[in-house]
């Protein structure tokens, strides 16, 4: 789980999704922007993906990336972020 603010913060993406993760918020969360890379990787507002609230989406995870950082323009969630495979 990644508690998510209007300040960039990341996580290390699980070990044990080497290729896809899900990625779900609450309904109440504020919307989310993420970005995949590497330890030192950051998101940005208005710029990285955008994360609508209460989304649950699987997402493939860049080549070489292990970490995932969300940031909101305002208000907070949490991002929760586990291995799985969409269809």
């Known amino acids: 789980k990644l508690v998510v603010t209007n300040s960039s913060a990341r996580v290390a993406i699980p070990a044990s999704a080497p290729m896809q993760v899900r990625i779900r918020t609450k309904a ?3 919307d989310c922007f993420i970005e995949f890379g ?3 990787v ?3 507002a208005d710029q990285s993906y955008s994360f ?3 989304a649950v989406e699987f997402l493939s995870v860049p080549l070489n990336a292990t970490h995932v950082a969300a ?3 305002t208000g ?3 991002l929760y972020i586990h291995s799985g495979e969409g269809t």
């Open 71 to 73: 940031v909101t323009e």
């Open 28 to 30: 109440t969360d504020a």
């Open 52 to 54: 609508a609230a209460g």
């Open 42 to 44: 950051t998101a940005v």
């Open 38 to 40: 590497t330890s030192t």
């Open 76 to 78: 907070t969630a949490s």
